[in-house]
């Protein structure tokens, strides 16, 4: 079983830009909360979760076209591979979010975006964002403007739940990681 330690490795010299360690970091946490909302392993998911966007830095203009044969020969398992490939799905690949993994992986990647800048924005970071502010945020299309809140909005639907839901999750997964994430707040340093 693919384990963040070995995700973190087959990372190591692809993903190199603070920005996206932040991001696959912020999707491996959500990630890792998803699963335990889902009775299902923990550390498994955060690892897929952290490893999605393998390919990224090298080739963003053809996300997931050179994830998959690398990633098989590293060892890493078929249902991993289709789970980090689905999360693209209708983006750049054809790859329809079956599992509840899957499902969480498409969702999440989207939605870690908007976390991520509220939280941001707080003197306190993540550690007291509620998801009431998350919420006027996230109806708010002009914030974080990059994260596609249709794609997020067919991935909760997908899961059977509602943005909300989902939110308050990932929220309270990547709590934990706020000092690795950047998210302790403004006045952290103070």
């Excluded at 890493?76 to 289709?82: F, G, T």
């Excluded at 998801?131 to 991935?155: H, T």
Aim: charged fraction near 30%.
């Amino acid at each position: 079983m693919l384990t963040i330690e070995r995700a973190k490795e087959l990372c190591k010299g692809k993903i190199t830009q603070e920005h996206l360690i932040i991001h696959c970091t912020n999707v491996m946490a959500a990630m890792g909360a998803m699963a335990e909302h889902f009775g299902e392993n923990r550390e498994h998911w955060m690892a897929v979760g952290y490893l999605h966007d393998y390919d990224y830095e090298q080739f963003p203009e053809e996300h997931l076209a050179h994830t998959e044969n690398e990633l098989l020969a590293e060892g890493v398992s078929k249902e991993d591979v289709r789970a980090i490939l689905s999360h693209g799905y209708t983006i750049c690949t054809d790859v329809e979010p079956l599992s509840n993994m899957e499902k969480s992986l498409f969702t999440v990647d989207e939605l870690t975006g908007i976390i991520e800048a509220c939280a941001r924005m707080r003197p306190h970071g993540i550690q007291d964002l509620e998801v009431s502010s998350f919420m006027k945020k996230f109806k708010d299309k002009k914030f974080a403007a990059k994260c596609n809140r249709e794609l997020i909005r067919q991935g909760c639907e997908m899961l059977g739940m509602d943005v909300k839901e989902v939110a308050a999750i990932c929220i309270d997964g990547m709590r934990p990681f706020a000092a690795e994430i950047h998210l302790l707040g403004t006045e952290a340093g103070k």
